[in-house]
């Protein structure tokens, strides 16, 4: 499969723990996105890279989020101190990026985290 | 700020009636414009995008959508539901660098 994928599937931890996830992008593809989606609502923006440079982030990206693409492939997203809040789906999606065209996203599975 | 409105939060519809689900955007230059379907427990399928050129844009699975620029509209629609389109749609708005998502709708299929 040559798919977005994302490990794992599914986290359960208790508040104040880190946790790590990890996506693997489309091969060929230079740009990388996560999202947040709660229950109900549409995913939100959190962060991309364009290769190994993290280009932007949201302002929902709190400090105990930490996100890094280090040789321009897969990427990690740690959340450090896990609080009930973070319970959520986190997605990954990445692109090929051109400069004259608006670049298609494709998503993984995603990661659905529960803080207790 | 770019933003995107579903105003509908869920349909139902009769399977083989056609379906329109709405989706309005607020953008400050040419959006490129997308719908994705989630399946439960499933990430997110493109169904179809519109980045420019003809403003009726065909997808997978028999969908359309139509820009409209001058409503900021981009509605989807099928002529025939199946019961297995019963997901939740997402309409996003986005440019090079980023994408913005509307709440969703959630469409029932009844049989």
């Known amino acids: 499969d040559t798919g977005v994928s994302q490990d794992p599937r599914h986290k359960i931890t208790k508040r104040g723990q880190n946790v790590t996830f990890r996506c693997d992008p489309i091969s060929e593809h230079n740009r990388l996105y996560w999202y947040r989606q709660t229950l109900g609502q549409g995913p939100e923006f959190l962060t991309y890279?364009?290769?190994?440079?993290?280009?932007?982030k949201s302002r929902l990206l709190s400090d105990r989020f930490s996100a890094e693409r280090p040789k321009g492939s897969f990427s990690t997203l740690e959340i450090q101190r896990t609080e009930q809040g973070d319970s959520a789906m986190y997605l990954c999606?990445?692109?090929?990026?051109?400069?004259?065209?608006?670049?298609?996203?494709?998503f993984g599975p995603g990661t659905r985290l529960t803080v207790l | 700020a770019q933003s995107v409105t579903q105003p509908d939060i869920h349909i139902t519809v009769s399977e083989g009636a056609s379906l329109e689900l709405r989706c309005n955007y607020s953008?400050?230059?040419?959006?490129?414009l997308f719908w994705y379907v989630q399946s439960p427990g499933q990430g997110l399928q493109l169904l179809l995008k519109?980045?420019?050129?003809?403003?009726l844009v065909q997808g997978i699975k028999g969908f359309e959508a139509e820009f409209k620029r001058s409503q900021s509209s981009f509605n989807l629609r099928k002529p025939s539901v199946h019961w297995s389109d019963a997901a939740e749609y997402f309409c996003a708005v986005g440019g090079n660098n980023d994408m913005r998502f509307g709440a969703g709708t959630r469409l029932t299929v009844k049989p």
């Open positions: 519109y980045f420019s050129g003809d403003t």
């Open positions: 999606a990445s692109s090929l990026a051109r400069r004259l065209a608006g670049a298609e996203q494709f």
């Open positions: 953008y400050g230059a040419t959006p490129y």
């Open positions: 890279f364009q290769n190994e440079a993290q280009l932007e």
